[in-house]
């Protein structure tokens, strides 16, 4: 009987302290140290890897803000361009528009002398407001 329950006592035994030299289930329970160290090495990569994207969004954004001045610049050098090409050609117009009264002014007192004065002092007249290119009378 003795052994019985000896027996018997060692496999009761067994049964309890078997869970206590178990391993744990993956993933439950504490976590030894290669897991550990396991750990480690993936917080420190992707830390590495927040800061290498965090300097890749610095970059982008230094270029896009580079970009977006050179569009600026460009943008205004358009606009001086166009003020300045309006300005020439309101310069232009306003140049021609005093040539055309200068001519009617000519053209005004050719109208008025043509009247006036006796028939040799007409002939004088016309015979002076030839154009020198023109040497023989039409």
């Known amino acids: 009987m003795n052994k019985k329950y000896l027996t018997l006592t060692c ?19 504490k976590p ?9 090495s ?9 800061k290498k994207m965090e300097g890749d969004e610095a970059k982008m954004k230094k270029k896009a803000k ?4 050179e569009a600026e610049h460009m943008a205004e050098k358009s606009k001086e361009k166009s003020e300045k090409m309006a300005k020439e050609k309101m ?3 306003e140049k021609m528009a005093k040539e055309k009264s200068d001519m009617s002014d000519k ?10 004065g006796s028939e040799t002092g007409q002939e004088m007249r016309e015979e002076h407001s030839r154009k020198w290119w023109k040497f023989w009378g039409e």
């Open 11 to 29: 496999l009761a035994a067994a049964f309890v302290l078997n869970p206590l030299f178990a391993s744990p289930p993956e993933g439950k329970g």
């Open 32 to 40: 030894d140290d290669a897991a550990m160290k396991k750990m480690e």
């Open 42 to 50: 993936q917080e420190k990569k992707a830390h590495s890897e927040m």
């Open 66 to 69: 580079s970009e977006e001045d």
């Open 91 to 93: 310069e232009k117009s």
């Open 107 to 116: 053209t005004e007192a050719m109208h008025k002398e043509a009247g006036k």
